[in-house]
């Protein structure tokens, strides 16, 4: 992936496109990819960098939702299992089977999930990662050795998917370029246009690195920001209705001693009637999450004193080792693009289904769904869009589709097992006199940064330390030490000054200092 090559294809392609899609998150990004691998010229805008608003900030499962199943919502949990099936098919350097253990400590509730649980992996079929079974209490000290013991009588274990969000993102953007479909981050959709009848026909973008001003006419405009979608709708009707009730979520995340061994811990029912997860994640425990609805969606989301609070009581009821807040290496907050209903009162009971919505100005908006059915949220948008741009129809492309990186074997790979089979390529970098770590507490490398400005348009300090590398997500002290480094090493790739640099490092400080207590 490439800006300037991105550039050269908008360049050469005459109007009108047949797709604009605005918003490069898991939704975005999969219409586009979808689009593509169909044979349409799709070109897709992104304001920030790629997975900059909420498709970075998830709880890293790729999962049915064992909560779906127990709101009765059998066919949402049955789609969202095949996808994980798919996933694991078609990236799995990036998706992984992991063991979540339901503790009990009240006699009714082993069997009580237990035939849940056997249910949720019924309803998997052939996709199925594995069969749930209760546990005594010694299998579960077993799996979960740090776990609180008193009153513990046993658990179940069901198995579940887990991946890295904004890794996936990146090379689901990778796949769309090599399908054809131009990509470009730091371009914002300022307006859109309309025909003589009032009907959108493209788009005025707005490249923030430059500030110039571009506009591109397309048969169909995708509106694919989350959160935003509102936002976007009124640019095309300042009167529309709200469609999204954006509600935030926010994760905790603790060093890896918190849950030692490689099982998550999935508690049901917490007291304000969510799901939590504890889960090692990157050699860390990522603890979460909440369901705060807010007002007005914004990109760099802020925990609430209230959401700390309430992760670190509730993890202290299942942990053996109390979490404090000194403990807590980052924190990080996202927000859920849910879409509105009539009559649930609060946003824990909206519907994660996804939903594409044709405003009278014929913008096409999807959103709502989740990042485990990206994919198949990609194939209703795409044959609707194509039936409203008056497109040839076109069979949907990406059921087998390997992702960029797809390796059979990447644990081969050690720390870079994430890049699949970009992997040795960055192998060779690191024999440059690039293979030190960039700092103790994390295992990131000169040569991955190196190889994110050069392949994977990353254009800021941020995008590498946050997104290309999880480094502020794990440990957002030990990613303001090392942004100085990396700082300096993009401006070689990227050609920029030591003004560049002193501010990438400013501005990095400023978004980290929101990662940490
Ligand atoms: C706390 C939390 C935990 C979650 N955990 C999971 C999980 O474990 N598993 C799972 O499957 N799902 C999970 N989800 C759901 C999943 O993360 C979201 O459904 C998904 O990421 C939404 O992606 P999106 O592309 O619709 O939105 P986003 O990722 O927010 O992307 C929208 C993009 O549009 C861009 N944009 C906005 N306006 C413009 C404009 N004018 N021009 C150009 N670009 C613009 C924004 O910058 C943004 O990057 C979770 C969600 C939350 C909040």
């Known amino acids: 992936m490439n800006r300037s090559e991105m550039y050269r294809r908008i360049q050469a392609h005459p109007d009108p496109w047949d797709m604009i899609v605005v918003g490069g998150g898991a939704t975005g990004v999969g219409v586009a990819l979808d689009a593509a691998a169909r044979g349409y010229d799709v070109v897709l805008f992104e304001?920030?960098?790629?997975?900059?608003?909420?498709?970075?900030?998830?709880?890293?499962?790729?999962?049915?939702?064992?909560?779906?199943?127990?709101?009765g919502n059998v066919s949402l949990v049955m789609e969202a299992l095949k996808e994980r099936g798919l996933l694991l098919q078609n990236a799995p350097h990036l998706v992984r089977n992991l063991g979540f253990v339901v503790p009990n400590y009240d006699w009714w509730q082993a069997p009580f999930y237990g035939i849940g649980l056997k249910m949720y992996n019924l309803l998997a079929g052939k996709y199925g990662f594995g069969a749930s079974r209760i546990l005594s209490k010694e299998e579960t000290l077993e799996k979960l050795p740090t776990i609180r013991t008193e009153g513990l009588r046993g658990g179940v274990i069901y198995f579940d998917g887990q991946f890295d969000d904004s890794r996936l993102l990146i090379n689901l953007a990778a796949t769309a370029a090599e399908q054809g479909a131009a990509l470009l981050n730091y371009v914002r959709v300022a307006a859109v246009t309309k025909d003589t009848e009032g009907f959108v026909n493209g788009v005025v973008a707005r490249d923030a690195e430059t500030g110039k001003e571009f506009q591109l006419k397309a048969r169909v405009v995708i509106n694919a920001t989350g959160p935003f979608s509102d936002e976007v709708r009124r640019l095309a009707d300042p009167s529309a209705d709200r469609m999204i009730a954006p509600s935030q979520g926010i994760h905790l995340v603790f060093d890896g001693s918190f849950i030692a061994g490689d099982s998550a811990i999935m508690v049901p029912h917490t007291s304000d009637g969510r799901v939590m997860f504890a889960i090692p994640w990157h050699g860390h425990t990522l603890v979460g999450t909440t369901d705060t609805p807010i007002s007005e969606p914004s990109l760099e989301p802020v925990a609430m004193a209230q959401e700390i609070e309430f992760i670190l009581h509730t993890?202290?009821?299942?942990?053996?080792?109390?979490?404090?807040?000194?403990?807590?290496?980052?924190?990080?907050?996202?927000?859920?693009?849910?879409?509105?209903?009539?009559?649930?009162?609060?946003?824990?009971?909206?519907?994660?289904?996804?939903?594409?919505?044709?405003?009278?100005?014929?913008?096409?908006?999807?959103?709502?769904?989740?990042?485990?059915?990206?994919?198949?949220?990609?194939?209703?948008?795409?044959?609707?869009?194509?039936?409203?741009?008056?497109?040839?129809?076109?069979?949907?492309?990406?059921?087998?589709?390997?992702?960029?990186?797809?390796?059979?074997?990447?644990?081969?790979?050690?720390?870079?097992?994430?890049?699949?089979?970009?992997?040795?390529?960055?192998?060779?970098?690191?024999?440059?006199?690039?293979?030190?770590?960039?700092?103790?507490?994390?295992?990131?490398?000169?040569?991955?940064?190196?190889?994110?400005?050069?392949?994977?348009?990353?254009?800021?300090?941020?995008?590498?330390?946050?997104?290309?590398?999880?480094?502020?997500?794990?440990?957002?002290?030990?990613?303001?030490?090392?942004?100085?480094?990396?700082?300096?090493?993009?401006?070689?790739?990227?050609?920029?000054?030591?003004?560049?640099?002193?501010?990438?490092?400013?501005?990095?400080?400023?978004?980290?200092?929101?990662?940490?207590?």
């Open 47 to 71: 304001q920030s960098d790629f997975g900059k608003g909420t498709s970075s900030r998830s709880t890293k499962l790729v999962h049915g939702g064992v909560r779906y199943l127990e709101q």
């Open 315 to 517: 993890a202290s009821l299942y942990l053996g080792k109390k979490p404090g807040r000194q403990d807590v290496l980052s924190v990080f907050a996202g927000i859920r693009p849910l879409v509105r209903g009539s009559t649930a009162e609060n946003t824990a009971s909206l519907s994660r289904d996804h939903t594409i919505r044709i405003d009278k100005s014929g913008l096409l908006t999807i959103c709502g769904g989740k990042w485990t059915t990206y994919r198949r949220m990609a194939e209703d948008c795409v044959n609707q869009a194509a039936t409203l741009a008056r497109l040839p129809d076109r069979p949907c492309m990406t059921y087998n589709l390997n992702i960029h990186g797809c390796h059979p074997n990447a644990e081969r790979f050690g720390q870079l097992r994430a890049y699949g089979s970009d992997a040795p390529a960055i192998r060779d970098l690191q024999q440059d006199g690039r293979a030190e770590p960039l700092h103790p507490a994390l295992p990131y490398c000169d040569a991955e940064v190196v190889w994110a400005a050069r392949e994977e348009m990353a254009r800021t300090v941020e995008d590498v330390l946050a997104r290309r590398t999880r480094a502020l997500f794990l440990n957002a002290r030990a990613a303001i030490d090392m942004a100085p480094k990396v700082a300096a090493l993009m401006a070689a790739e990227l050609g920029r000054d030591r003004s560049w640099v002193d501010s990438q490092v400013r501005r990095f400080r400023e978004v980290a200092a929101n990662y940490l207590l």
